[in-house]
């Protein structure tokens, strides 16, 4: 396979996306100790005021010294952020102010205790959740975490200690960490301390050593902690190698699969699977069979299920629910379709006896797989404890039951049977009326399901023995075979009763999944047809509304990236109106679902999921589910997403339908201005030469002074017709935008020298000098279109200023931008005009003989304003005005000098 | 001017009012002109008369101006002079790389005109004195053989580009010569996009042989389309 040394192109992408994420990221240093007490906070100090002293911004964002006096000391001098006060259950407590810290935007934050849980009502429950939002701000953060508050570590050091810690971190969160540093001491020496008073307060002291701090417990975490530390180097070193492709052998990925289910231990084997999943380096899935046995659990065992699932979830794995009638094959058929190659499943608790009579899942997995197949052992007493805090609680409620109905028909139907049995019993045989009682119990079983069922079979029997069984009217048996019937009876009415509920439950599932398949595929339908974004709204929310029976709005950004509240009267009956934007805003900027369920502000009502499309976040989708099951079934979230999915490709389709539109739209209206302009140009240019040539052959040629004034005459007049529609155009042209500009590089002073010989019979009156340096950079830019600029500041210096005067031109380079300015001695601009000579249509003096309507420096301005310039007026302090245009630097190209002796 | 009428001008141009006082201005300085309408009479009128220099407008009513001046180049070397009412320079460009020798832009004066045809033609008549030894404008003469450049009988140092690319100028006075044919001649046909190499060897050129390089009056640019060399001023 891949032994050839080369890097595997997948990883080096990988890699490379990695860091482009990180690049932007703030970095996370994390000290992380076995106990409290071993020095995190003082070496995350010390290492905070050496940075301090390089100057860099230090902000001590929040910091426990647990009264701890050499810490506190540490603080001195450092800027400190104040906590944000929070009032919880009567208690004023001091948070860390995430907004606050996000505002301020120092270079580096301390925040201590990592695996801290925020107060009710913050905005993320857990403060890493804070931590990454600074992270993402791009803001560095030092902080501080013990061995016993990661995630996946969690059960073995509640085992250990006795002691179960309920503030935990992601795992995750410590292994993308861009630093690690260990914080060692060695277990006498914190007792040491302990002793003196250093960690906590003498009476806190006492107790702490009695319980928590026993020092085999502090052997075995300092042990935990060492190794964790350990394992990441190694997987550093790993990284390091794949980089330099020093590894030789290239290992398929692994994937793992765990079988989750709704026994008291599953979040446990979800934990070990997570372990050894990192160990491995494996993707991993962690998946619950939905079998009809299982569809019976109770409410509470079932939610039990999905909070195991997210868990898993919060631990790195993808999840699934898969429904099927047996547990083995659906499992297997999955782990193939994912090429899943190793099983993690739990021990059977059942006794050898029992397995005998039915192999557990275990046993069937491990003689039907070829795959390895990992089985986690039972420790029941571990399970008590549910350390699920990360994960939202979701408030359930039981759907309402109607089987009382079956009850009372069972009953009634048992009463008609025995009536009519009654009346029916002289002509048959006692069989025949048990076989009447046999239907009755099928047909109440089909239609009712399982208890109805087992009650009409009691029910039955009570009858058949009371009314038919001699002695009659009385519940004693004479013949001892009618025991054996009513046994039978009984059975066949669980038989039937368990075979109909999973029927019921198959055809459920079909219908469901025939719903869901539907409801996608119209919503596609519907989707792919919609024009506009509004009717995309419409479609959609309606679809999305019925399909998790929820109150639905999808709100979409304006051009500043805003999320805007949705109008009124798109949804139709459905549309939610209490919406936070900030949390919808929050969503769309972090592109992550945020509000109920998620990790972001889970106490809102509403769930806002980012609309993803392939280019861009498109908008947010606000959903309000009736009930929270709707929503957060594995399945239902998927389909959530699915529908968030095709909503945000509908809207991407016409989003950029309509940039197409556009953008034909303006190639078509360039098309016709260009080929308009020509035309006009063309057709006035001809008449005009016509008029001008006719004129200037006249002057000259008839000898009569009269008609040789007229002529001259007449030729002045076609040349201000001529400067005139020149303006026109260009200003048409400028004017209707998208003029392409042809730069290229080259020096300023050829196009200075064209305009300068193009004017000089204009010019003839007037002293012309020129100062440009001989090593004026080369920038780019349109030389007929700078030309006409010159010719314009040079007209109207000509127009202004009196004979003989001097007209300067002079060019010079400031920073980035070459200045160029045309002087004059006239009489300088009328106070106040500087700016507004540059409008259209405005001249310097209001009634004038002087030819021209004011579009020149219009011109000027449009012109050099495309080139990304600036162009000014002012009036000089030695009298006339000045007229200075910029034009950027930027980097010429490459030009080789010539070797300056020939060869 | 001699007032011969021995100049023949044809002129391929649609516009009456032009026709008429180019032939009232041409005709009173000597030079016979014939007039074609379009472009089909302009290719007969300047295969049959054999003219001295053509004058060619660009928009002709029933073929392109530039169709017509490939046509003539086919055949003759004789002195285009293109008359453009268009606004894009490329048209020019275009024009001068099919083979014209110099353009006007409408409206133009008489006296422009008379200037231009009157370069053209002396050109025309040293054509076959193009092994001259020697080349002179301003103050400034070229010694073709000595490969020699002086100014007012100082020598003037040149880098081998900046020589050959006056030479190419000069060996092509009066005429307007494209960004393209420079580079072209002067540094061979990978180079014909770096047209920053040319500017930068103008400069020096005028820096070394112009009174005021800033306002040069022999090595005049032509915004857009290319350079000209000028004998006089």
Known sequence: MNNDGRPDPDALLEKVQRNEAQAARGKLKIFFGACPGVGKTYAMLSAARVLREQGRDVVVGIVETHGRSETARLLEGLNYLPPKRVNYQGRELAEFDLDAALARKPALILVDELAHSNVAGSRHPKRWQDVEELLAAGIDVYTTVNVQHLESLNDIIGGITGVLVRETLPDRVFEQADEVTLVDLPADELLQRMKEGKIYLPQQAERAIRSFFRKGNLIALRELALRRTADRVDAQMREYRADQSISQVWQAKERLMVCVGPGDDSSRLVRSAARLAASLHADWLAVYVETPKLLRLSEARRDKVFRTLRLAQELGAETTSLPGSELVPTLLTYAQERNVSKLVVGKSSRSMLARLIRPSPADQLTSQVDMDVYIVGHHPEQSAHEALSSAPELTLKAPPREKRAGYAWAAAACATTTLAAAGLVNIFDLANVIMLYLLLVVLISIRFGRGPGIFASLLSVGAFDFFFVDPRQSLTVADTQYLFTFALMLVVALVISNLTASLHYQARIARYRERRAESLFEAGKVLSSALTAGQ??????????????????????????????????????????????????WAYDHREPAGLGTHTLPASPVLYQPLRAPMCIR????????????????????????????IALALERVHYVEVAQGALVNMEAERLRNSLLSAISHDLRTPLTGLLGLSAALVGR?????????????????????????????????????????????????????????????????????????????????????????????????????????????????????????????????????????????????????????????????????????????????????????????????????????? | MPGSSDVHVVLIED????????????EGKGIAMFVAETGRQGLIETGTRKPDLLIVDLGLPDMDGIEVIRHIRAWSGLPIIVLSARTQEGDKVAALDAGADDYLSKPFGVAELM?????????????????EQSFRFGDTVIDFSGRLVTRGLLPVHLTPTEYRLLVVLARNAGKVLTHRYLLHEVWGPSYAENSHYLRIYMRHLRQKLERDPTQPKHLITETGVGYRLIITD
């Open chain 1, 536 to 585: 995309i709204i419409k479609d959609g929310s309606v679809r999305l509304a019925g399909v998790f029976q929820s109150q639905v709005a999808i709100l979409l950004p304006d051009s500043h990236d805003k999320i805007r509240q949705p109008v009124e009267g798109d949804h139709g009956d459905n549309l939610l109106t209490e919406l936070d934007l900030g949390i919808a805003q």
């Open chain 2, 15 to 26: 516009d009456k009012p032009i026709q008429r006082f180019l032939r009232a201005s041409l």
């Open chain 1, 619 to 646: 908008g947010v989708l606000a959903i309000r589910p009736s009930d929270p099951r709707l929503i957060f079934q594995p399945e239902q979230q998927r389909l959530l997403e699915t529908f968030a999915a095709q």
């Open chain 2, 115 to 131: 200037a231009r045809i009157r370069a053209h033609l002396r050109r025309r008549d040293q054509a076959p004195g193009s092994t």
């Open chain 1, 702 to 903: 008839s000898g009569n002074r009269m008609d040789e004034e007229l002529a001259e005459a007449i030729h002045a007049q076609a040349l201000r017709i001529n400067a005139l529609v020149i303006n026109l155009l260009d200003m048409a042209r400028l004017q209707a935008g998208g003029v392409t500009l042809n730069k290229h590089w080259q020096p300023i002073e050829e196009v200075i020298g064209s305009s300068l010989r193009s004017y000089k019979e204009s010019l003839a009156g007037h002293r012309v000098e020129t100062r440009l340096p001989g090593n004026l950079p080369l920038v780019a830019f349109d030389a007929m279109m700078i030309e006409r600029v010159l010719d314009n500041l040079l007209d109207n210096a000509v127009k202004y200023t009196p004979d003989g005067t001097l007209i300067m031109v002079q060019a010079s380079t400031h920073e980035d931008e070459l200045e160029v300015s045309v002087s004059d001695e006239g009489p300088g601009l009328p106070a106040g005009m500087e700016e507004s000579i540059f409008e259209k249509f405005t001249r310097g003096e209001r009634e004038s003989s002087r030819p021209g309507v004011g579009l020149g420096l219009a011109i000027c301005r449009a012109i050099i304003q495309a080139h990304g310039g600036r162009i000014w007026a002012e009036n000089r302090h030695e009298g006339g005005a000045v007229f200075r245009f910029t034009l950027p630097l930027g980097t010429p190209p490459e030009f080789n000098e010539e070797e300056t002796e020939g060869s």
